[in-house]
């Protein structure tokens, strides 16, 4: 059996785990990640595509939309690239009256996201398929973004840094000494899923980044960690049917955002408690709710063909939350296990959105360097990633190449 010594072990490579090892390893961290599918397989390969501003949260989740309109900025500078400067529009349909635009507002300058109430007749101007019988108008900064580029791009940013990544590797077992009170998880039992080879990779800390399986691989250590997965089901349609992300302005719901991205548009989500994050049905209902629903922004949304239906699922935490996926913040969770659950020598990092992933990274890495007794500042918020050169993605890039 091959055995590896590392300083830093990162199971997942989603966004998240893809960032903790960028920043790691320009930290000067030995890093070693393992996931055990491709790249993104999870969650990341299977969100919508939209860069939050973090508007759609200033009412109800203020913590996450602070979160978000800093990483908006800061992504733009790094994965610039990776991101359509497609602009974002919050719309009230006939259904949203009431005080929520207000408030909305309101909420958007107490958290420092950019939001400028706009004629409904330029609205109508910019994106003459939107419902005539809006009533109101806000622009946000929203964009379209590519997550698989994006966590690509931070893996590639990784291994130049001099992180070590393997793909199709699956965590069997976490390895541990000590006993009750006093209990370390000291690295990891790794199988190649093509070849059926064993690796012992140990390491003088184990993050767990591994998004909505972040439950079952801290329980490889009798660590009870409780997720809560929630599903979200999103369409792509045939067809760009916008050029600008539009959200309705009212809480979130399902069905509300319609996401340009490159040539087609993403209408989602829905968000629904399941129990295993492995096994997603697509159910009737939810494709009807979503056309439904896109004909309150789009009228004639639903007789655009439908290319393809799928559903990820949000990685939320909250601690001793009991009720709906949809009410659970947003917000990042790290969780320091030394402190928690007496076992050191693991950290799990989970919550959030794709947009704040390199935050993610940071604060765990920032609790990696003091767990681990040494002083390093994080330098991602200004390090660009490889492919940068090309600038802001726009939808004839690649006819200009040609």
């Not at 929203?142 to 793909?167: K, N, P």
């Not at 990092?349 to 500042?377: H, N, S, Y």
Request: net charge neutral.
């Amino acid at each position: 059996m091959t055995h590896f010594t590392t300083e830093l072990l990162i199971i997942g490579g989603g966004s998240t785990g893809a960032g903790v090892a960028w920043d790691a390893a320009l930290r000067g961290f030995k890093v070693i990640l393992v996931e055990r599918r491709d790249l993104t397989h999870g969650t990341t390969g299977r969100y919508h595509g939209l860069l939050h501003s973090g508007a759609r949260y200033v009412v109800k989740d203020p913590q996450s939309a602070v979160e978000c309109i800093h990483e908006n900025r800061v992504l733009r500078r790094t994965h610039t690239h990776c991101i359509e400067e497609t602009g974002g529009f919050f719309v009230v349909t006939p259904e949203d009256e009431g005080d929520y635009p207000d408030r909305f507002k309101a909420a958007c300058d107490q958290c420092g996201v950019p939001c400028t109430e706009i004629a409904v007749a330029e609205a109508l101007r910019r994106e003459p398929l939107l419902n005539p019988r809006i009533s109101r108008v806000f622009e946000v900064p929203d964009a379209a973004a590519d997550s698989f580029l994006a966590t690509h791009a931070t893996a590639e940013a990784a291994r130049r840094a001099g992180a070590q990544i393997f793909v199709y590797h699956e965590v069997i077992d976490l390895l541990t000494t000590g006993g009750e009170g006093d209990r370390r998880v000291t690295g990891a039992r790794v199988r190649n899923v093509a070849s059926g080879e064993e690796l012992v990779i140990h390491a003088d800390l184990v993050i767990n980044a591994s998004g909505a399986w972040a439950g079952k691989v801290a329980g490889l250590a009798s660590i009870s960690v409780n997720v809560i997965p929630g599903k979200g089901t999103m369409l792509a349609l045939n067809h760009r049917i916008v050029n600008t992300v539009i959200n309705r302005c009212k809480m979130p719901a399902d069905g509300d955002i319609l996401v340009p991205i490159q040539t087609v548009a993403v209408i989602g989500t829905t968000d629904e408690r399941v129990a295993d994050p492995e096994h997603l049905r697509i159910e009737r209902w939810e494709v009807q709710l979503m056309l439904d629903e896109g004909e309150k922004l789009v009228p004639g949304l639903s007789r655009a063909r439908v290319l393809r239906a799928w559903a990820g699922v949000r990685p939320l935490y909250q601690e001793g939350f009991q009720g709906e996926s949809r009410d659970v913040t947003r917000a990042l969770t790290l969780l320091d296990h030394r402190q928690r659950d007496g076992v050191a020598g693991l950290l799990t990092i989970t919550g959030g959105k794709w947009t704040t992933f390199r935050l993610m990274a940071e604060t765990t890495v920032d609790k990696a360097c003091e767990q681990l007794g040494v002083k390093r500042p994080c330098q991602t918020a200004e390090t660009p990633v490889p492919g940068i050169e090309q600038g802001h993605f726009w939808l004839g890039h690649r006819l200009r190449q040609v």
